[in-house]
């Protein structure tokens, strides 16, 4: 059982549900009381010196900063946190990604006392929910303008380039929130990426053996354990390698679901 799994276990019934939808609704305030001149926009923002001499309200409005930009740009950005946030509800569960959002808001205070003079927005941790919904569906659709379809892991690619060109040539203060928004991500995907890594280094390893192999054995590059079928002697099979054996085992669509794992990689 992961720490994750355990904390859930004993504090997951304080997790609050629909945790997007209250910051958007909580954001959706700010932008008409600022319309109406009820409110002042600099109030909103985190500066860590003012929250040291006293204004620790701060410490939480700046969540609630409305993006800068027009209104159509601001219904769409919202839209799209509500989105992308409840979709990493559904897949995580509320208390994971009220977890993600906590370490992600521990991040971006905690280093912005870094630099106490420092300006601090939610635009950076909105943007990690940004990857990580990008990471777990590289594939969804969105509707550049709304008419240039492009998948989002392009967009996210984007995002890295543009928050590495902040970190090279903005100030501290941006530096410090873009280490706070990738360190969140990476919290929460690093291990997989490592995973990944590893398995793709053993994929192309095993292939590389593979090719060797073929050369040696007249052209053939996948053999059934069990059977023996080979790629040449029946090229309409599709051959493909287990997972839960060890070492590179080898097997025939009939035998892949059916067949004893190897505990011991040595034939």
């Known amino acids: 059982m992961s720490f ?5 276990r004993r504090f997951g019934r304080f997790a609050v549900s629909n945790l997007s939808l209250y910051l958007v609704i909580g954001q959706v305030g700010v932008y008409l009381a600022l319309m109406l001149g009820r409110l002042d926009r600099t109030w909103f923002y985190l500066v860590p010196q003012l929250a040291l001499d006293g204004e620790w309200w ?5 969540l609630l900063m409305p993006p800068q930009m027009g209104f159509l740009f601001i219904a ?20 994971r990604f009220n977890i993600f959002l906590l370490i992600g808001y521990g991040l971006t205070v905690g280093l912005a006392f870094l630099d106490p003079g420092g300006l601090v927005t939610n635009g950076f941790l909105a943007g990690s929910v940004f990857l990580a919904f990008a990471y777990l569906n590289p594939n969804f659709e969105l509707a550049l303008f709304l008419i240039i379809p492009v998948r989002i892991k392009w967009l996210a690619l984007v995002t ?5 060109y902040r970190f090279a040539a903005g100030g501290w203060s941006d530096r410090l929130q873009i280490v706070a928004a990738v360190g969140n991500f990476f919290v929460f995907f690093g291990p997989d990426i490592w995973r990944g890594a590893r398995q793709a280094r053993r ?33 309409e099979l599709d051959f493909r390698y287990c997972s839960k054996c060890a070492g590179d085992q080898c097997y025939c669509p009939e035998h892949i679901f059916n067949h004893a794992h190897v505990t011991d990689p040595a034939p």
């Not at 769409?76 to 208390?95: H, I, N, P, T, V």
């Not at 890295?160 to 590495?164: G, I, N, V």
């Not at 059977?227 to 029946?234: E, L, P, Q």
């Open 203 to 235: 994929r192309s390893a095993g292939e590389a053996e593979r090719t060797k192999l073929a050369a040696q054995t007249g052209g053939v590059r996948h053999r059934c354990r069990i059977c023996g079928k080979t790629d040449v002697s029946n090229p």
């Open 4 to 8: 994750l799994d355990r904390l859930e």
């Open 160 to 164: 890295w380039l543009f928050y590495a």
């Open 58 to 62: 701060r410490l939480a409005t700046f």
């Open 76 to 95: 769409f950005a919202w839209y799209m946190f509500y989105l992308m946030g409840s979709a990493l509800e559904s897949y995580w569960g509320e208390f």
